[in-house]
C-alpha cells in the first residue's frame, strides 16, 4: 500500500483501514515487532494508546521500545492523539445477532447516550446499562477495575483491541465473551458492546449535539469527523448505524427526506403569486392606465389652467 503521510493520517476523510502499515513512519522491524507483541492493526494500536491514559509520551515510549525509529515517535504518537480526539475510530462491522437481540438499549437511551458527554467514570459515561450511577458503580465496575479497566478509555481500547484485522462479528463476540470473564454482569455484556459500538459509530470524544453543529454527517469516514475535546463535547449525532441486521431499534437513524409534497406545495403558491403578477402587468390594464393619464392631463391642462379658460371664455 502507499506510504501514509502524517498530514494525510489526520485528515477527516482519511477512512482508518485495519493494515497497520497505514501508520506513517513505522518501519518493518517495528511492524514485526507488534506482531510479537499480539498488536496487528491499527484498532489494536490505538487501543494500546487509550489503556496508557492517552499519554503520548507513555505512547512514545511505547513505539521506542517497539523498533519504533526514535526520530518519528514522538510525531506518530501526536498524530495518533489528534486522530483520536479530532477524528475518532469508526468499526464497519456488524454485531452479531446474539448482541442485537440481547442488548438492552432502546431508541431514547441511544439517542441520551449519544448525547452524554463522557467524563471517563464508567459508572457515568453508562450509566443505565449495568455500571451503577454516579458515586454507586456496579458490581462488574468494580470488577473491570480489578482486571485493569479503570476508565473509559480503558474500556474503549479492551474493545479495540480484540480486532487483530479487518473488524468481523467474531471479533465482538469474542470481546462479549471477555466482558464475561471479567466479571460484568452477563444480562448487560450485549449492552456494553453496543453502546461501544454506537460511540465509535461517531468517534470517542464526539456527542450527537457536536456532530451536528460540525455537520459530520457529511464526512464519509468510516471517518469521523472533527471533534473537540470531551468536556466541551464529542458524538455525532443522526449518523446512521452501519450494522447490516435488520435492527429492532432505530437509533440515530438519519431523518427521513421531506416528502415530494410539502416541497411542490410552496413552489405551488410561488407559481400562483407569479401568475397574479403577470395580469396586473398585462397589455390591457397598461392600455387602461395610459388612457386615464391623457385624459387626466387633458383635464387639468385645458379645463383648470386659468389662461386656457380665459382664451374659452373670449372665444365663447
Given at each position: 500500500?502507499?506510504?501514509?503521510?502524517?498530514?494525510?493520517?489526520?485528515?477527516?476523510?482519511f477512512p482508518m483501514p485495519a493494515d497497520i502499515e497505514?501508520?506513517?513512519?513505522?518501519?518493518?522491524?517495528?511492524?514485526?515487532?507488534?506482531?510479537?507483541?499480539?498488536?496487528?492493526?491499527?484498532?489494536?494500536?490505538?487501543?494500546?494508546?487509550?489503556?496508557?491514559?492517552?499519554?503520548?509520551?507513555?505512547?512514545?515510549?511505547?513505539?521506542?521500545?517497539?523498533?519504533?525509529?526514535?526520530?518519528?515517535?514522538?510525531?506518530?504518537?501526536?498524530?495518533?492523539?489528534?486522530?483520536?480526539?479530532?477524528?475518532?475510530?469508526?468499526?464497519?462491522?456488524?454485531?452479531?445477532?446474539?448482541?442485537?437481540?440481547?442488548?438492552?438499549?432502546?431508541?431514547?437511551?441511544?439517542?441520551?447516550?449519544?448525547?452524554?458527554?463522557?467524563?471517563?467514570?464508567?459508572?457515568?459515561?453508562?450509566?443505565?446499562?449495568?455500571?451503577?450511577?454516579?458515586?454507586?458503580?456496579?458490581?462488574?465496575?468494580?470488577?473491570?477495575?480489578?482486571?485493569?479497566?479503570?476508565?473509559?478509555?480503558?474500556?474503549?481500547?479492551?474493545?479495540?483491541?480484540?480486532?487483530?484485522?479487518?473488524?468481523?462479528?467474531?471479533?465482538?463476540?469474542?470481546?462479549?465473551?471477555?466482558?464475561?470473564?471479567?466479571?460484568?454482569?452477563?444480562?448487560?455484556?450485549?449492552?456494553?458492546?453496543?453502546?461501544?459500538?454506537?460511540?465509535?459509530?461517531?468517534?470517542?470524544?464526539?456527542?450527537?449535539?457536536?456532530?451536528?453543529?460540525?455537520?459530520?454527517?457529511?464526512?464519509?469516514?468510516?471517518?469521523?469527523?472533527?471533534?473537540?475535546?470531551?468536556?466541551?463535547?464529542?458524538?455525532?449525532?443522526?449518523?446512521?448505524?452501519?450494522?447490516?441486521?435488520?435492527?429492532?431499534?432505530?437509533?440515530?437513524?438519519?431523518?427521513?427526506?421531506?416528502?415530494?409534497?410539502?416541497?411542490?406545495?410552496?413552489?405551488?403558491?410561488?407559481?400562483?403569486?407569479?401568475?397574479?403578477?403577470?395580469?396586473?402587468?398585462?397589455?390591457?390594464?397598461?392600455?387602461?392606465?395610459?388612457?386615464?393619464?391623457?385624459?387626466?392631463?387633458?383635464?387639468?391642462?385645458?379645463?383648470?389652467?386659468?389662461?386656457?379658460?380665459?382664451?374659452?371664455?373670449?372665444?365663447?
Amino acid at each position: 500500500m502507499a506510504p501514509v503521510t502524517l498530514s494525510r493520517f489526520i485528515d477527516p476523510t482519511f477512512p482508518m483501514p485495519a493494515d497497520i502499515e497505514t501508520i506513517p513512519n513505522l518501519g518493518p522491524s517495528s511492524r514485526a515487532r507488534f506482531a510479537e507483541n499480539g498488536i496487528h492493526s491499527t484498532y489494536q494500536l490505538f487501543g494500546t494508546f487509550l489503556k496508557l491514559g492517552r499519554d503520548e509520551v507513555e505512547f512514545k515510549r511505547f513505539l521506542d521500545l517497539n523498533d519504533g525509529y526514535p526520530q518519528h515517535t514522538a510525531a506518530i504518537a501526536k498524530a495518533i492523539a489528534r486522530r483520536v480526539k479530532d477524528v475518532g475510530i469508526k468499526l464497519n462491522v456488524s454485531l452479531p445477532d446474539h448482541v442485537t437481540q440481547s442488548s438492552r438499549i432502546k431508541d431514547d437511551q441511544a439517542k441520551e447516550f449519544v448525547q452524554r458527554v463522557f467524563t471517563g467514570e464508567l459508572e457515568h459515561d453508562f450509566q443505565g446499562f449495568g455500571f451503577g450511577k454516579p458515586g454507586a458503580p456496579s458490581v462488574s465496575v468494580t470488577k473491570l477495575k480489578k482486571c485493569g479497566i479503570v476508565d473509559t478509555d480503558a474500556l474503549f481500547g479492551e474493545f479495540l483491541n480484540c480486532f487483530d484485522g479487518e473488524p468481523t462479528p467474531e471479533m465482538v463476540t469474542k470481546f462479549w465473551t471477555s466482558l464475561g470473564d471479567m466479571g460484568v454482569a452477563h444480562g448487560y455484556k450485549a449492552t456494553i458492546c453496543d453502546a461501544l459500538k454506537l460511540q465509535l459509530d461517531i468517534g470517542i470524544d464526539q456527542t450527537g449535539a457536536s456532530m451536528n453543529a460540525t455537520a459530520w454527517d457529511s464526512i464519509p469516514e468510516e471517518p469521523a469527523s472533527p471533534m473537540g475535546n470531551r468536556p466541551s463535547g464529542p458524538k455525532a449525532s443522526d449518523s446512521p448505524r452501519t450494522d447490516e441486521q435488520p435492527r429492532y431499534r432505530t437509533s440515530r437513524a438519519t431523518a427521513a427526506p421531506a416528502p415530494a409534497a410539502s416541497i411542490a406545495a410552496p413552489r405551488q403558491e410561488a407559481r400562483a403569486m407569479s401568475a397574479q403578477v403577470e395580469a396586473s402587468s398585462s397589455p390591457m390594464p397598461l392600455a387602461l392606465m395610459s388612457f386615464a393619464g391623457v385624459a387626466l392631463a387633458f383635464y387639468y391642462f385645458f379645463v383648470r389652467s386659468p389662461e386656457v379658460s380665459s382664451a374659452l371664455q373670449l372665444i365663447g
